[in-house]
Nanobody, 114 residues
């Protein structure tokens, strides 16, 4: 199973980006999907997750009200809509999927300028 992220880039503070992550390969079932991020010199932190049905989502406190996670099971894809971006959101963002073992994407850079 492979996960490929897209949608990262450079944006000014207050702007928006939408990240996508698509799983491919020998997939029987995808359980929880989510996003984590790692800023330079910091530990990786879980940003958001969503259950297989999409009915339950979780967010780290710092992104609540600004980020929205969603998924399209027909496309094996998870999204992260990021609004009102702040410089402290700058990081490499990694998606993951529990298939059933947790599998990670290669990461996509998000840079928010002040």
């Amino acid at each position: 199973v492979q996960l490929v992220e897209s949608g990262g880039g450079l944006v000014q503070a207050g702007g928006s980006l939408r990240l996508s992550c698509t799983a491919s390969g020998m997939i029987f079932r995808i359980n929880t999907m989510g996003w984590s991020r790692q800023a330079p010199g910091k530990q990786r932190e879980l940003v958001a997750s969503i259950t297989s049905s999409g009915t339950t989502t979780t967010y780290v406190d710092s992104v609540k009200g600004r980020f929205t996670i969603s998924r399209d099971n027909a496309k094996n894809t998870v999204y992260l809509q990021m609004n009102s971006l702040k410089p402290e959101d700058t990081a490499v963002y990694y998606c993951y999927a529990d298939v059933p073992l947790r599998t990670w994407g290669q990461g996509t850079q998000v840079t928010v300028s002040s």
